[in-house]
């Protein structure tokens, strides 16, 4: 059983809610974590080709400024469901080292189509 549960523990892809994060005592603490929640329409900031961006992303509940160094993914944009993965800072900005972005679904089902 505990060579079952160690194997699991890393397994899922769990993320914490903007809410959750902001007020977890973990990312107070420099904690790496996870969250995800939508980008904010027309909080995208760059500052230039290759650098620093930032924007605000919220759950519906609450909202936190994320800052990221890399590469940006093709579909990120305003309303785009994202996971980042980093640290809190201090400032109470997201620090984040992973941007990833759920791709939206461009079909709709069977049933949709006939609704």
Do not use: W
């Not at 973990?26 to 996870?34: I, K, N």
């Not at 760059?46 to 936190?64: H, P, Q, Y």
């Amino acid at each position: 059983g505990f060579l079952i549960f160690n194997a699991m523990d890393g397994a899922g892809a769990y993320y914490l809610t903007v809410t959750e994060l902001t007020s977890s005592q973990d990312a107070l603490d420099g904690e790496q974590v996870r969250a995800g929640g939508n980008v904010v329409t027309g909080s995208i900031e760059r500052a230039g080709l290759g650098e620093e961006l930032r924007f605000v992303m919220t759950d519906g509940n609450s909202s936190m400024l994320v800052s990221y160094n890399g590469v940006v993914p093709d579909i990120f944009a305003d309303h785009a469901e994202v996971i980042v993965t980093g640290t809190m800072r201090s400032d109470g900005v997201f620090e984040a080292t992973e941007l990833l972005t759920k791709c939206p679904s461009r079909f709709e089902s069977a049933e949709e189509a006939a609704g």
